[in-house]
């Protein structure tokens, strides 16, 4: 069976970190792009990163960039989002969700139709203040 599978979640303090991981099970990590995304409450879904499948490029959302790292182990088999010096905007559920198309920083603000493919079930992040 083709899905994500999202870890990590939590509570965590403002200035605190968490680690965010995306397991895919049915097919290797290499073969998709893979975007975390995350709806804050009362917020439409924004793009947070991305890791492109082709060439291995990444690219972050203003607001975390210098902050978080996404990352691929294909050994491990899953991409993570290092999360650091979060505050309590960042509280949300985050998704990891794949794509056969580029990582662009475009492509974070205003995904294309039909851009995501598979999505996981998301994770809960709550940053206290």
């Known amino acids: 069976q083709v899905q994500l599978v999202e870890s990590g979640g939590g509570l965590v303090q403002s200035g605190g970190s968490l680690r965010l991981s995306c397991a895919p099970s049915?097919?290797?990590?290499?073969?998709?792009?893979f975007v975390w995304v995350r709806q804050r409450p009362g917020k439409e879904r924004e793009g947070v990163s991305c890791?492109?499948?082709?060439?291995?490029?990444?690219a972050y959302s203003n607001a975390v960039k210098g902050r978080f790292t996404i990352s691929r182990d294909d050994a491990e088999n899953m991409v993570t989002l290092q999360m650091n010096i979060l505050t309590p905007e960042a509280t949300g559920v985050y998704f990891c969700a794949t794509s056969r198309a580029r990582c662009w920083y475009s492509y974070l603000l205003n995904p294309p139709a039909k851009y995501f493919a598979i999505w996981g079930q998301g994770t809960l992040v709550n940053v206290s203040s």
């Open positions: 049915g097919f290797p990590v290499h073969h998709y792009t």
């Open positions: 890791f492109g499948h082709s060439d291995d490029s990444t």
